[in-house]
């Protein structure tokens, strides 16, 4: 069935990315629109959209008497068919620098009503100016745009997908009124959380569905342990929640076609990604080493990554000139002074980049041996599934994207493995894992052929959006048998 899908969410790749969601959006509405669908998606008018997007036409305009001129401006995604549709509200998003925070780092003070106008557009959007069968929103910042629905009549299916639930978006009671949205949803049942509200659990109440990035993650977030607060709710709703597996943008992360490497290789060449290797220790003024294991990491330098416990084993482990690392994150500055004392101490073994490098994320992916994601909790993760397409095998902790997508390297299992999981989230268990891969990989052929099980495993964009069309096939039907 081909449908009209509206995709709402504060973050697309190639145009602007703090982190994965960019990425999914980037790519999703395109693997839909393969499938047959007509695809938009909603993106707020950031100045690093409207530079790079020339503007067929303007689709609508919104009243907004608080909210200064807003209108709606169709486009293309850059490098795609896709249509955008961007939200040109300079009073709320002609802002420099990051999307959500002001250059102090501190959150803008009117984060409730940009994003609350976000919702309204999707509503007014699909109502009258792109009739949509489902309107797809994505994490908190898109999470009214369901009750903006709803409180237009509910004409049109929803979906709402969890890319991370540990970011909310909760605002103070007083604040509501802003939103315009009706009195009578500031409830226990609507958005109401613990005397103050929440765009996350508006999303979770008001929408037909809920997805999230992995099976795993689906069924972790029920507990008490991952649910943030939530999973009561979500208990509550468990039988609207879906995991459905994020996919790789396949024709950016390929090795055999990457135009970032030094030497550009496949399933059939590995030996050339030892290039790539002496490549990046050159340029991360490493030792120039074939034979050490060579540990990337690339990553949001925060709580759930996991990074703070690792790190006592990447130091032992340094310190025993037993391995290299090259670091390139940004984040907490208490775990970025860490790592930039690591490397101080070892600079020949371990390089650190603060800050954030499409260039040298592809590098790292070439050049390194594995890639760590010692996660807290994962909803999807992506680097693990580039350094799987990379044959840099993922030492990664069992825990929802990363269980899903990482087989378990055992001596036993070894023709099915293609990286090292470890259970438990502390330093011991990291360095039990680099320990078990640095043993493995002193046997250059058993390494190998790790190497080429990661790199034939396939997590396309095809097999979710075929899952998303089945679950969007069956709301649709629901609604009109209701
Ligand atoms: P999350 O969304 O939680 O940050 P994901 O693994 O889903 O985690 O996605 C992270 C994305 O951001 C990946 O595409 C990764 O390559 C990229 N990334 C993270 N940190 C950096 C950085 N410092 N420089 C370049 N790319 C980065
Ligand atoms: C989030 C999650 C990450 C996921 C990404 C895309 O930022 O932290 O695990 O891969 O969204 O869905």
Redesign the pocket.
Known sequence: MALRILHVASEIQPLV?????A?ALGRLPAAQLELGHQVAVLVPGYPAILDRVSPVDELMTLDSADDGPVRVLRGQLPGTAVTLLVLDAPQRFDRPGNPYVDAEGRDWQDNHRRFALLGRAAAEIARRAWPADVVHAHDWHAGLTPAYLRAAGDFCATCFTI??LSFQGIFDAELYPDTGLPGDFYTLEGLEFHGRWSFMKSALNFSDAITTVSPTYAREILTTEHGMGLDGLLRHRATRLHGIL?GVDYATWDPATDPLLASPYSIETLDRKRQNKRALQRASELDEDDDILLVGV???LTE??GLDFALGALADLLIKGRLQLVL???GDPVLESAFNALANRHPDRCAVRL????A??HRIMGGADVIL?PSRF??????QL?GLRYGTLPVVRHTGGLADTVDRYTVSRASAATGFVFDTPNTTAVRRALGSALKLYADSAAWQQIMRNAMRRDFGWDKAAVAYSELYANLVASRSAA
């Open positions: 990315k703090t982190g994965g969601l990425d890319h991370n994020n690339v990553s949001r759930q990554k390139l994150g940004s800050g954030y490098d499409e040298l994320a994601v994962e909803p999807c993760g992506l680097t580039y």
